[in-house]
């Protein structure tokens, strides 16, 4: 199993900082959440059932045709590579791990490479795993090449999935209304843009008989009761929704203009974080953890990924920390 | 996919009462539920995380010396088949019906056979799965002859998993505390007893080889944050522990005392239920469900099985009922 989590808390440790003195701009999440009201002692006390207007409330967010309810998109990447036999499988790199991992681990042959050679036409792989958009490189794709990716990979019986965990804040893009072709595989999950990581939930949006082989091996109740009930009335919340995008727009307008302020430019980015590619970035990554503030850490390539501060006191902070930064000389 | 659920709607269909009118016996789940407390936004928010104090407090809850947090006994039911070579399984029949589905989906040779076959000193089973105490069928087992049983499993590389769902009420019966033994193996839940079937938890106690093999196949956050938020603190509740076990004695025996008064003397039960074998249970079963009131109907051997009534009036209601369909001579 990969490693995940526990970094805040070794960050406490190494840097000798209680952990609820950071600052933590390590994940993806928006940090503005959906709130969740109170939960209904039923949907604690029951089984969940699945004929409870879920999946209906989530056709409609998704603008899917079809769709499967799963225990997070982690449920999804650690099935699909079980339903089919050894295939060639092209991962975009640098991106979620748990993709290639989870496909390597079913025996499957994977490669990591960069998105302009998986959409190269002259490509021959099986499967192709996009993250759209990127992360950390926040690359994004026209949607015409989308399509014709799939359908080149569709004619030799392959598979295009495509991880969506951060285009909620651009859903326009999002090639879920697509996704009644076969061998074109949409994951979404309500993690990032609903700030609903602990819930565990994901959909799985794709052919009605992929969906059916999927939840044959899953098996029944992959979602809580509190986790169904809640989803419900999220996905149906058009206008906290709205509000949403217009706010992670707006925090990461805010992030890039700091960091721009502080000559580190990003190199990319989403509506949910941005991302500097930077020599030094692990000097720099050090010099914030000594002020409290986590970020993310890449080596290839040296880069580090700033997550949404959650208002002008949090982004204060940030800026305050990388002008001291700068004027004792940590980043030389 | 086994089916699952869905009973109360489609009786609701059939005889024309509403969902909401229904008394619903036809589960095991206890009808006092922990009161599940208001949820800290955070565990919404947050990924869940492993070193958040729950496996402590469970491993004091259930006498373990080693545990695995899983999504219900559902999610170990349906991994530990995979975990082993094509072996000879013997499984308690009659019983919980995913067991054997299980073992059978993953190709091995699966027999389900009575409680007594299993327990034979000459039977040459590779694993053995019982439901302790067993499930509709109320058997116990005298801890001596289980430790015999997974000794002469274990002497030749073979596993005896036990069941313990229903188990709480009773726990100085629960080999848990066992369960170092490799090749041992006890599945609980938190469905039944806390009434949290919703929750999705229960737990695997097994050798740490086993719980490292499982935890490799399930990968990470198999726990919402919210069901391991609310769980570290209902194992915890000692109080009501012990309030519940009385509660649920006390129902039980109300329940046995009403059902020997119509001439329905149970053949067998535990805390969380009654069975009655009746060869005219599903005349009885369609008698009750036209009064609204849906039990458990089961075809090998034909019988019936009460959950609890959640208060006086509920069983006052099932009374009545029974009354009722006696004196119009309806289970004639």
């Avoid at 092209?90 to 960069?114: D, F, K, L, N, T």
């Avoid at 994901?202 to 969906?211: K, T």
């Avoid at 058009?238 to 706010?247: E, F, I, K, L, N």
């Amino acid at each position: 199993m990969l490693e995940h989590g526990g970094r805040l808390l070794r960050a406490a440790r190494e840097y000798r900082i209680a952990p609820d003195k950071w600052l933590d701009l390590s994940t993806g999440i928006s940090p503005r959440a959906w709130p969740v009201p109170p939960i209904p002692p039923r949907a604690w006390h029951r089984l969940p059932e699945d004929d409870d207007g879920l999946v209906e409330v989530a056709r409609d967010y998704y603008g899917a045709p079809d769709l499967l309810p799963v225990a997070g998109s982690q449920a999804a990447i650690q099935t699909l590579p079980k339903l089919r036999t050894r295939s060639r499988v092209g991962v975009i790199a640098p991106g979620y791990a748990e993709h290639a991992h989870a496909w390597r681990q079913a025996g499957h042959e994977v490669e990591c490479v960069s998105a302009t050679q998986l959409l190269d036409t002259h490509a021959d792989y099986d499967v192709v795993i996009l993250i759209h958009p990127n992360n950390p490189g926040g690359e994004t794709f026209p949607r015409d090449a989308l399509l014709a990716l799939h359908a080149r990979l569709h004619a030799r019986g392959g598979w295009l999935i495509v991880d969506e965990a951060f285009i909620d804040a651009a859903p326009q893009h999002s090639l879920c209304p697509d996704t009644a072709r076969e061998g074109l595989i949409v994951l979404r999950s309500v993690g990032k843009f609903f700030g609903m990581a602990g819930a565990r939930a994901g959909f799985v949006c794709a052919s009605h008989a992929l969906l059916d082989a999927m939840r044959e091996r899953l098996g029944p109740w992959t979602l809580t009761g509190p986790t169904r009930w809640a989803l419900a009335q999220a996905l149906a919340d058009t206008g906290w929704q709205a509000s949403q995008r217009d706010w992670l727009h707006e925090r990461s307008a805010k992030l890039t203009e700091t960091l721009v302020r502080h000559d580190l430019a990003p190199a990319a980015g989403t509506a949910f974080f941005q991302w500097r590619c930077d020599a030094r970035a692990s000097v720099l990554h050090a010099a914030l953890c000594r002020r409290g503030i986590l970020t993310r850490l890449f080596d290839t390539p040296m880069s580090l990924r700033f997550g949404l501060p959650a208002d002008d006191g949090e982004l204060a902070r940030l800026d305050a920390a990388l002008a001291d930064i700068h004027q004792r000389g940590e980043r030389a």
